[in-house]
């Protein structure tokens, strides 16, 4: 395909909704024809956003398919659980193109959303349409569809940082365990005491132990990846920062593997695709080293006394773990080169 | 001039320097050819700033002119005082263009200079012929320049908020006292115990009461706008954040003059340029919304009972206050338009 | 006096209550018995409040002025404005003495109140027996009273840092500029946009400029001690963090006074009161210098040039600025010395 | 033993030393009779400190086992790694009782110290006869005893959340993964590019995995306490905050045990002991629950689906991991009881 897309964002005033503005201003070959929030249609979205004054000076939509079918090819939605589930389906029957970014589309068993997400799961059959954009992994089945899932935060950290050696047999998959950390704009906007600025300044704290619903996002894949059922131990943590995740592994190893092993392994899985980067020896990445890019760097360490490897993954939860990832989805669906408008340099310090 | 420019960057180990390679990966007629550093020469530049791994492999140049010349047309100096103007006269001399973001050329008296920065000031033959580059101001006379001067941090939010105020004699300039507050990258990489992360994190200091350096660059400046001398109060605090800086600025108004009059004004008299934005009566900016991008935004406030003005000015320390403003001097010194590959959205949150 | 006293804290929920639980825990005299929540009544405290589990066991009293007076010899009331209005009179009809942390008892006008707090003022002849407990100036009207208004936490601030020098005649009132600066906390435990973490975080805003409804508590002091008349410019900003404030106060010098003269006078007007502290010639405090302490640090800059002081005064806005304070005149209302149980040495870093 | 007891501080221009002096302000039988350090003696010790002014008004004292001698009856060690190891003699040796918080005395293995802190040993008769003061489960063999090695802080936080299940064998200790994180005051107060602001503000690492030098000491306890012997993995990260360490720990489940028992089994085995809370089902601690008091609180998490545990071990890493737990063993020492003087309230928020 040659010509440029025009984009509408549905959830334009949530956090993942800005980002996407943000990154796709500089987008050679898409340009985003209608920003959407059934909250707020009407308003300018500078009123709430002031950052995008003079840059954005246009009003928001309404949530209507037949509207965005007249001003848009490409719907991503940027929405709360519960509300793809419900609109996709009238968005791909449009002639619309969709990314969902939220997670109503990626657990293909529909008790299992039911059981983590505690809502109402969508059609098995959009379901099963749905391919899973995990880009570096399943990037070749996206090419000219229709509808991609976008990974969760935590998962693409984790995933990235733990397929290769799945793959490979490097690790033993039922000793995974992994301790996620992550800045606060991962849980989005909506104002409560548990992202109030007092009480999560100077603190860290763990949160959803074992009950975070992005466990069986991780599970299906590895579980795909290794060709057997994998249940694994997956911690959550809230550190004061905006942006941000660091996912640091843990697995027993298989076999004899030192940490240039793991190096070579992963530095030949994802050859030829730029927003992985793997560390050299004894190097592990911060988060700040992503910042604001759709890098996901990765490090590692082995520890010969217990047999265990340690695996550090970072991202920048709102580009590489939402809207750069969504948009590295696009390129891929429209056949363009996957760095396509994504390569942005990590905002440091 | 049509061709493209080959950039040098002196200083490449600092904040500023890594900023400028951030930005001008992205601008479409500006290639930077040779990362220099006097202290780090033949190391990786990505050894000592990681977020930089693949997206620049090349080793630090040393600061040699002549081998400059051959990589390189304009040459960026992100030094510490007292450099620059070492430096500047053999850049210039071998016919490079030069933008220097040092304050070794803003001062046009040698004697203030000395008196300010404690050190031995350059050449006045190479200080007159620096053009100072507040780009919303003096910008007319940067087109086709050689050697440009960059204004600092504080003076740009400043000045950029003062001057059309005084110019139109909106207020009185004897009155002017400026309110400083600063993210901590200004301070630079230099460890300290100034800068030391448990010494800064949740605490707010004040430091350099008028003492500041920049504190003759912004009355030089006034005094020309105004016509006279102008001397003001000037104080400085350093906040708990990485980047941004916020002028909070007091004055008498002269005349009858309400927060409409200041906002058309300021709309009046930077009309057509993109990085300066006006807030709407009753709103003024936060450094966060303009965070990683080239804007300085400002507002106002007017008090009938003190007959005073309070105004409010924000820019990005490291982009508008440094790296950004000393492209936006490359594209006029180029003819080309000022915003050309510096129209980032801030990144939000 | 002799005798011990118990303690009743009305809004024991908000950060000004949790922090009086705090500071009395080891007061040598006065003994917490009672902890009242009108809307979390019959709960545990320490489930909305982890840090005190096992500290405090009890439940959540409801207000009710008989079940107090069972319990309690003094109230401390730090709920919203307007709800102290209504309550007082109850109280100390039924025999209890009153500490009011909220603004309800602060202004002399009731007119001013209604202005500036946009809520329906106390009677007039309770607001003619609230003593204004700003301690250092005048706590020593504050001995054997019954009731006491605890000053705001900009208004101590900046309050005791101009009062000697008002009152002395070294500045000219009519010229007096505050910029002031605090942490969120100050802006309670309500969750709004206003202090969601990723709003604040690595950012710095202006807010409520000319409109604070501390300005006419610091007018109606000021021109006390000046004897007419005295407005003032006063601006405040949010700090990315949880405690602290800091003044930081701009006046035209009368006659001719170094900065040694403004220590002098300082030091010689708060001689013998051990909560102000006066920092030597070149020195201005820090916020995180008085951290978790009820002192309130304050040092000078003169500048010849403009002939203007610059005064900086910080405090933690919730112990001086608030439950600190308060304890400080429960001392002074029962005839004890005003440092009883308040010695904290500042927690540092 | 029934009079009060004069301190000594070795090291009190570190934040070590700081933070007993602090706490040792209010303690009803310790006075700090001399506050020493080898690099500044003679300054104010308020000089580097500002937040003790007139606080402390004392000179730093020199290093000099008879001038302690005649000032205090016991010394605290604050100091870096290597110190302690060549001073404790002489102190012992002129009749002082020496409490040690670095990590000289900790191994009883002078080679073990040799590996992991890469510098010379104390001599094995002084090691042999230091008592590891973990007071909450060696605090009874260090009553009366004149010599105590303190715990490290991510030890610590660490081996309280780890005994009781090695202990009881709920856990198997070959399957013990430790993934700790701590604020920034853990790297002490020497100025670095590590520690810097603008390195670690809205940044989060891992440094040091598998080779921080509190690994042989964590695993020298739980062998003592499996009575076999145990090696663990252990992962550190710097947490962009000042203070706090929460230690998450995995670990599978021998037998079958419910969260439930967990919290049992560690309240019957902290039974009396005011510093070990440990929180209900389905809640673990924050940070910043504890902050600038000595306690060590501890959650729990069982997953069925995996078999593991997950144990959340929070605590202030200047208190109960430095200067509290000093003071608890200094009480301990004395035949005093444990929380004489240390039973602050957490500073929330």
């Known amino acids: 395909m040659n010509e440029n897309v025009r984009v509408a964002i549905i959830g334009s005033t949530g956090y993942g909704g800005v980002e996407l503005i943000r990154l796709l201003a500089s987008h050679p070959r898409a340009e985003v024809t209608s920003v959407i929030s059934s909250s707020s249609a009407g308003a300018p979205i500078a009123e709430g956003y002031p950052h995008l004054t003079e840059i954005r000076t246009d009003l928001l939509d309404d949530v209507d398919p037949a509207l965005i079918k007249g001003k848009a090819d490409v719907v991503f939605l940027a929405t709360p659980a519960g509300v793809a589930a419900k609109l996709v389906p009238s968005l791909l029957d449009a002639g619309l193109k969709v990314i969902d970014i939220s997670g109503d589309f990626r657990l293909k068993s529909r008790d299992s959303y039911k059981e983590w997400y505690k809502k109402e799961p969508a059609d098995q059959a959009y379901i099963d349409q749905a391919v899973y954009g995990l880009a570096e992994v399943y990037g070749n089945g996206v090419n000219g569809v229709d509808f ?137 990445p911060a988060t700040k080293e992503v910042w604001g890019s759709n890098y996901c760097d990765i490090g590692f360490a082995v520890d010969k006394r217990t047999g265990r490897v340690t695996i550090v993954s970072v991202i920048d939860n709102l580009v590489k773990g939402a809207a750069g990832q969504a948009i590295q989805n696009l390129n891929l669906m429209m056949g363009w080169d996957e760095t396509l408008g994504l390569q942005f340099v990590p905002a440091y310090p």
């Open 148 to 284: 991609v899932s976008n990974p969760g935060c935590y998962p693409t950290a984790t995933l990235l940082g733990l397929i290769p050696a799945v793959s490979a047999g490097f690790i033993d998959p039922s000793t995974i365990i992994i301790d996620a950390k992550s800045g606060v704009s991962g849980a989005g906007r909506g104002a409560s005491l548990g992202t109030h600025y007092s009480e999560l300044n100077e603190n860290f704290k763990a949160y959803k132990l074992n009950q975070h619903q992005h466990i069986p996002e991780i599970e299906q894949t590895l579980s795909d990846i290794a060709g057997r059922p994998v249940v694994t131990t997956f911690s959550t943590h809230l550190v004061p920062m905006t942006r941000g995740i660091m996912s640091t592994m843990y697995a027993t190893i298989q076999g004899d593997h030192a940490a240039e092993d793991f190096i070579a392994l992963y530095r030949q899985y994802y050859e030829g695709r730029k927003f992985v980067r793997i560390r050299p020896l004894g190097v592990t």
